[in-house]
Every structure is written in C-alpha cells, then in structure tokens.
C-alpha cells in the first residue's frame, strides 16, 4: 500500500504540516519515535510574529495563550557588543506588531499540537522509530521498528537528526563551542525585554520567559564543564560580569545544561519522491533565534505546495521543484545570516571592533535599516 504523503516526526514541524494539509483528501500517514502525551524535556522556543501568523491561521494561537505561562511576549530586542561601542534598541511599537517575538514553552506547544492532530483525526503512530529511508522513481519508503515499512509518494522527513538518510548529502560545521543553557532570575521584573550581547567567546541572550529569563550562553566545551560545575552563586557572579552593565543584580539560576553547537545542513532538501524539513534540512546555531522559525517556514510552504499538487504528481519533479523554488531564498538566507553573525561577532579582534560598532549605531539610528533588519527577524528573511 501507498500512501500519499508519510510524515516522520511529530513534533511542532512535523505536526504543523500535517494540520495544514490534514482537511485535504490525502491519505496521510504520521509516526513519531515519542510515546504518547511524552513532549520530552521542556525548553524555551523563541518564535517570530510570523511563526504566530502561521500557528493563528492554524487556529491554535488561542489555544496556545491560554496555557497558563505558555507564551511570554517580547517588546523590546536590545543588542550589544562587549568591549566595543554601539546597539540596537529595536521595539514592537515602532514596527507597529504587538510583540518582536514571543518565548514558547515547548511542552505546551507540543500539547497543544497533539491535541489540534486528534481533533482534525490525524493519526500518529506513537512509539514508532525510522531506521532509515529509501528514495526511489515511485515512492519513498520509510524503514520502521517493529512494523512494515511505510511507502508514499511523498515522504517528508521532520523529526530533527533522528532519521538517517544515506542519499542526501550534508554540509556541517563544527563551531567548537557549547550553549549553556538555563533559567536565571532577576530581583526585578524583565518588562519583555530580550537581551542578545556579542561577546569575544561568543553569543549570550538572555530570553523573557514567565517571571525570569532563559539564558543561552555560548562558549568553549571546556568553559562550559567549569560553568556547569560552578555553584549557584558563583554562576551567577560569572554572568554578571560576563554580561556588562546592561543587565544587573542576578538573584537565582536553575535548570543548568549544556549542549554542542554545529552548523548541519543538507545540500539538496529534497530526493525522488522525498523532502527534509526543519532541524532535519538545517541545523542552526541558536544566535538571533532563526532555526526553528525556518523550520515553521518550511512546513508552512511544503504545505502550500502539496495542496496545489495534484494527488498523481506527489513526490514528482515537477513538484519538489516548485517546493525549493519557494524555500531557497529564505533558507539560504536564514542559513548565512546565522552563520555570518557568529563568525563577525564570534572574533574579539580589536580591528573589527570599530566597524561592529559603527554598523550597530547605523541600523540604530537610520529608519529604513532598522525597518529592514526588524522585517528580517519578524518575518525572515526572503
């Protein structure tokens, strides 16, 4: 049997393409490796107004907000460099949107999605992992664990690294560096303001979530063994003063982590019959918080295309064709943006402290920059 379209991976990727394409007269198939009502560990998701536009004509927006501490917004991005001059204030009220973006638990919104999947009687196939998949002329077959293989004649890959595909090639880089991740508080309210500091080892952002921050501190392996180990408030002491004056008086950390960063990219998206979608096509790193919204954006336009796609013609040249038309520009983009900002702001050379400077008090100060650079980040970057 072949089905229409098999979606491997249900997560917010995965689940947000099926509920576009679920009221469609498709026969679609969707496994997941989780098991049911398991959305993993929870961890802090920074979404665009332009994911919010997608989840709102999903109508799960609402859904989403009533969740109590689900969704934080934010008002304002400041950004800076350490040991050099220069910022961007950018502001939800010049650019006339209710928030620049918005902190999402995801948990909540992984519930929110399996909820959304069971109303529009989406089934998934929970507790069942892709071993590998197979591209050919008519279908693309998914290996699975214990049950027969699943044939489409559109097989969509959305489950971050976890499905092994031999016939796509991939692109990576080694940042040599970890994020170290956490929740810190402040003795005084956040107001929404997100905070995303260069400094010479690295990125620091600190994200509104609830009463506290999510903080996601970049730096070498061996560093972030030493901070891990730190006690509570010698961390704390550390990133203050690692941050700078912009944000002071630390009072609690919680929840600290760490993970390796690489930049993973598959060079072509799509094979015979077969496309790779969010993590799966582009592994970013988490500077200025693009991965994930490429990754809704890939959905969201795999959607679109598969909607105007005859059933006969899935999966088909033609098709596929049409789907990385739409994504390549924004995905290119999105992918040199993020790499580009961690080599110029990831380089203490005091030579290139001048022009970072420089190019900060321009898009601060001129209009039509700082309307360009928020677009970018509001919505992407095509």
């Known amino acids: 049997m072949t089905r229409d379209v098999a979606i491997a991976g249900a997560g917010p990727v995965g689940a947000t393409l099926a509920l576009f394409v679920a009221d469609a007269d498709l026969d679609l198939a969707i496994v997941d490796a989780r098991h049911e009502g398991d959305a993993g560990r929870d961890r802090a998701l920074a979404l665009s107004h332009g994911a919010r536009l997608i989840f709102e004509r999903l109508r799960l927006w609402t859904a989403l907000c ?6 934080t917004p934010i008002a304002q991005i400041d950004i800076s460099q350490a040991r050099g001059f220069g910022g961007v204030r950018l502001d939800a009220a010049e650019q ?21 999947l069971a109303r ?44 092994p595909i031999a016939s796509i090639a991939r692109q990576r880089h080694d940042y040599r560096q970890c994020a170290v991740v956490g929740e810190v508080w402040l003795d005084h309210p956040h107001g929404g303001v997100a905070y995303e500091r260069f400094t010479a080892d690295g990125p620091v952002a600190l994200l509104p979530e609830r009463d506290h921050y999510a903080l996601v501190w970049t730096c070498a392996p061996d560093e972030a063994s030493r901070l891990l180990q730190l006690p509570d408030d010698a961390f704390l002491g550390e990133l203050s003063a690692h941050f700078g004056a912009r944000v002071r008086r630390f009072v609690r950390v919680a929840e600290r982590r760490a993970f390796p960063l690489a930049l993973d990219v598959a060079r072509n998206p799509t094979q015979p019959h077969l496309a790779v979608v969010g993590n799966a096509a582009q592994a970013l790193h988490p500077i200025a918080g693009q991965g994930f919204n490429l990754g809704l954006r890939d959905a969201y336009d795999l959607a679109r295309t598969i909607l105007d796609t005859p059933r006969a013609q899935l999966g088909e040249p033609a098709m596929l064709a049409r789907y990385r038309q739409r994504r390549t520009l924004d995905r290119r983009a999105g992918i040199a943006f993020t790499h580009g900002l961690v080599q110029l702001f990831g380089n203490d050379l005091p030579w290139l402290r001048v022009p970072r400077g420089l190019g900060m008090v321009a898009l601060d100060t001129l209009p039509f920059a700082k309307r360009a650079f928020s677009r970018a980040m509001l919505y992407g970057l095509r």
């Open 96 to 116: 006339a949107v209710p928030a620049l973006g918005y902190v999402v638990s995801y948990r909540a919104l992984q519930r929110v999605l399996d909820e959304a």
């Open 66 to 71: 009533a969740q109590a501490g689900a969704v």
């Open 120 to 163: 529009a009687g989406v089934v998934v196939a929970f507790g069942t992992r892709v071993r590998g998949v197979a591209a050919s002329t008519d279908a693309a077959t998914f290996e699975l664990e214990n049950a027969p293989p699943l044939r489409a004649r559109l097989g969509v890959v959305a489950d971050g690294a976890g499905t």
